[in-house]
Nanobody, 115 residues
Framework: QVQVVESGGGLVQAGGSLRLSCSAS????????MGWYRQAPGKQRELVVD???????NWLDTVKGRFTISRDYAKNTMYLQMNSLKPEDTAVYYC?????????WGQGTQVTVSS
């Protein structure tokens, strides 16, 4: 069974930074796409960023220029570097991997940004 596991969430003040990690039990460079999503209380889950096998990215407009995505081939890990965090970035952040018809979600990691 393929699993993805997030880590790195926490509480940070506005303007601060956090780095989320997502490790996968299957080669993420073979995935059709990997992505980060988030869900704030009372809101629908939304795409933060996804990255295709070819390395193309698709970003949520409100995080462009503040967040970056990267992948470490050797560690089979994907990262979301979040800078200049705002209270509206508060949410549970989920890692997602898409291998063919297989759609895998992590359990989520809480990010809380205080004002």
């Amino acid at each position: 069974q393929v699993q993805v596991v997030e880590s790195g969430g926490g509480l940070v003040q506005a303007g601060g930074s956090l780095r989320l990690s997502c490790s996968a039990s299957r080669n993420m460079f073979e995935a059709n796409a990997m992505g980060w999503y988030r869900q704030a209380p009372g809101k629908q889950r939304e795409l933060v960023v996804d990255i295709t096998r070819a390395g193309r990215t698709n970003w949520l407009d409100t995080v462009k220029g503040r967040f970056t995505i990267s992948r470490d081939y050797a560690k089979n890990t994907m990262y979301l570097q979040m800078n200049s965090l705002k209270p509206e970035d508060t949410a549970v952040y989920y890692c997602n991997g898409h291998w063919g018809s297989l759609d895998v979600w992590g359990q989520g990691t809480q990010v809380t940004v205080s004002s």
